[in-house]
């Protein structure tokens, strides 16, 4: 069974810095997505960003960018130039993709709190 | 906003009473799916829908049913909801690895 791990229930960073939030996971598949979603205090689940196992380069959308290292099998987040907007719980995601399996399976979150 | 309703929104029923949510969609997307959050577990899947009448279980399925007879509906169904079910719970739409997933506002459900 996959699973995602998230070491940092809580982090905080002041705004315009950069931070980065750390996701692990654990799996036997070869190909997979993986995926960083925000959840704001609204509650509304959000996708940031996505990455495909078999490319190579590091996804980025505009001030997150990922570092993924497929052999350590992590999967990191990079906010830089932090914003108040940016407070939020972040979940890591991982899902295979063959097999026909479509259940995305989430980490447990990173609550982020973003300091003026 | 993608056209992702649920309803309702709030609900607080007890042990033991059948308890029906439901989502709708107004994009036609062929994948839906149930989540439930809880503190300290994230979002776990479970049920999600690839079809009219075609559904699979997720990790969390056991004490909940689901139909789709229609594209645009997605029900989850508690047969005898239990203090454990007392969660929030997230209607979501498109296909979870190959689109973006787009979720619902989210139904708090507190079982007494």
């Known amino acids: 069974a996959q699973t995602v791990t998230q070491s940092q229930p809580e982090m905080s960073v002041q705004e315009a810095e950069t931070v980065t939030l750390s996701c692990t996971y654990d799996?036997?598949?070869?190909?997979?997505?993986l995926f960083w979603y925000k959840q704001p205090p609204s509650r509304q689940m959000i996708l940031v960003i996505r990455?495909?196992?078999?490319?190579?380069q590091n996804a980025t959308e505009n001030r997150f960018s990922v570092n993924f290292q497929k052999a350590a099998k992590s999967f990191s987040l990079k906010i830089s130039d932090s914003q108040l907007g940016d407070t939020a719980m972040y979940f890591c995601?991982?899902?295979?993709?063959?097999?026909?399996?479509?259940?995305?399976?989430f980490g447990k979150g990173t609550k982020l709190t973003v300091n003026p | 906003d993608a056209g992702i309703t649920q309803s309702p929104r709030h609900k607080v029923t007890e042990t033991g009473t059948p308890v029906t949510l439901r989502c709708h969609q107004t994009?036609?997307?062929?994948?839906m799916y149930w989540y439930r959050q809880d503190p300290g577990h994230g979002l776990r899947l479970i049920h999600y829908?690839?079809?009219?009448?075609?559904?699979d279980k997720g990790e969390v399925s056991d004490g909940y049913s689901v139909s789709r007879s229609k594209t645009e509906d997605f029900l989850l169904t508690l047969e005898s909801a239990t203090s454990s079910q007392t969660s929030v719970y997230f209607c979501?739409?498109?296909?979870?690895?190959?689109?973006?997933?787009?979720f619902g506002p989210g139904t708090r459900l507190t079982v007494l």
């Open positions: 994009e036609n997307h062929r994948y």
């Open positions: 979501a739409i498109g296909r979870a690895s190959t689109d973006t997933q787009y």
């Open positions: 829908s690839y079809g009219v009448k075609d559904t």
């Open positions: 990455q495909e196992a078999y490319k190579q």
């Open positions: 995601a991982f899902i295979p993709s063959q097999g026909g399996s479509e259940k995305l399976v």
């Open positions: 799996t036997s598949e070869s190909n997979y997505y």
